[in-house]
């Protein structure tokens, strides 16, 4: 079992960034792929961007490709979001996922995804 815990939401004016945080339990943390996803009022969730296992590839949805970096940090059992150049219609609940791997899989499909946390509110003000 995995927990994933995410932190770093708030809220900034556009234009502005953040970075969020999400803090995973489990010693096998290096072999999980890693995703942000995220959701707005009264939409469905959406895949932002997925990480592989060690050594890593990377993978963004059109939305926030040039703007956001995933990245991970396999000692501190973390994956980060980097988000610059914020619009007010990145506004959403960000949840990251894991799924267990043996491969360098980037997986964009909620369903694929094994494990979530509970979300954090990014809120971008125009």
């Known amino acids: 079992q995995v927990q994933l815990v995410e932190s770093g939401g708030g809220l900034v004016q556009a234009g502005g960034s953040l970075r969020l945080s999400c803090a995973a339990s489990g010693r096998t943390f290096s072999s999980y792929a890693m995703g942000w996803f995220r959701q707005a009022p009264g939409q469905e969730r959406e895949f932002v961007a997925a990480i592989s296992r060690s050594p890593t590839n990377t993978y963004y949805a059109d939305s926030v490709k040039g703007r956001f970096t995933i990245s991970r940090d396999n000692a501190k059992n973390t994956v980060y979001l980097q988000m610059n150049s914020l619009k007010p219609e990145d506004t959403a609940v960000y949840y990251c996922?894991?799924?267990?791997?043996?491969?360098?899989?980037?997986?964009?499909?909620?369903?694929?995804?094994?494990?979530w946390g509970q979300g954090t509110q990014v809120t971008v003000s125009s």
């Open positions: 996922a894991a799924k267990a791997t043996n491969g360098y899989y980037l997986i964009h499909i909620e369903d694929d995804y094994d494990y």
